[in-house]
């Protein structure tokens, strides 16, 4: 279940993030962006004859003839889908700029609002689950920017696809016998079926065997609807799925915290536990100079390096990685609920970035790019491919030689 749900969000991911901002979102492009001639269905012998040798393999798995030819009715190849498998790159933002987007100011206050507008469903909630409505709204806004970017393609022919042609052809089979199973049950119709070019479905992006694993009706209207408008049973589903992986009310996923000077690093990874008043004995402090309370044992995290901020984690963590075994994704997930609560930003600093910039370097040549009419897309610190052009565009106009990256001789050229 871990390999299957981080194989899929790290190919969505940047997010998560490469997608919104200026390169962030967790997931999949806005639901009503139109779909480019990729992504819908071209002429494949190949194609073609995969599905006629797949149709025997769904029927003895308990799918219908029925089933069957209405889901492939108007299916077919998606070579975009192929394209963005193969071209998938390791994610590798840093913590800071990950961060950066995940708990970006819109995040938050997006989040916050949507607290506030769900409070009396979110409640009923955690009444039956257990899972507190920050963390539910804190995941729903992780992937996919609270319902605004849930994907649009359709989910048979992105999984039929990959199943003929990707690298992954028996897990996609198993995930496109399971899509098929979802619409035979009824919930929801070959058209409503839309995601992620990876099969992730709904406001929470559930793969169709999570989906089947996790999801409930919580409107009670008879069907598991996570495609529509309303987030009710998606929330839902989230907060079950996080419940039957032993989520722990009241207990924090984590906390950062200050280490002392001399403390022993070897000590830190997910792999050593202990109490939080053996780390209190070492001098591990909260970012207020304070003992941590006793949430039970705990790991200490640098994900970011001894340069960078260290987190307390607890068994709430390690829920989080069922649904996604990012760790930036699970620091995401628990910072932006803190957040969403009132929290305070990361207190440590970041060590500058390999071109020897902060993010308020960052934030500061993103600026002075926009206002000499490079447009950046925004000024979040994180350099993506709209920052990449920008500087580009500049540094042709000006006669510099055209390497699309930032540095401090251009921050200053330009006024920094």
Known sequence: MQFTRRTITLALAAAGLQACSSGASHLSPSSDTPLDASMRPQANSG????????????????????????????????????????????????????????????????????????????????????????VVVAVWGMESSYGERRGNIPVVSALSTLAYDGRRGSFFESQLIAALRILQNGDTTVANMTGSWAGAMGHTQFIPTSYLAYAVDFTGDGRRDIWSNDPTDSLASTAAYLSRSGWRHGQPWGMEVRLPAGFNMGLTGRGTKRSPSSWASMGVRDVNGRPVPDHGQASIIIPQGTNGPAFMTFDNFTVITRYNNAEKYVIGVGHLSDRITGGPPIQASFPPDQYGLTIEDRKSLQSRLTANGFDTGGADGVVGPDTRAAISGYQQRNGLPVTGEPSRALLTRLGG
């Open 47 to 134: 194609y073609d004859a995969w599905v006629a040798s797949f149709r025997s393999r769904a029927l003895s798995s308990g799918i219908s003839t029925s089933t069957v030819d209405t889901a492939f009715r108007g299916s077919g190849y998606l070579p975009g889908v192929i394209e963005r498998d193969r071209n998938q790159t390791e994610f590798t933002r840093t913590l800071e700029d990950y961060l950066a987007i995940a708990a970006s100011d819109k995040k938050v206050s997006n989040g916050r609002q949507k607290l506030r507008q769900y409070s009396g469903v979110l409640s009923r909630i955690e009444s039956r689950y257990g899972v507190e409505p920050q």
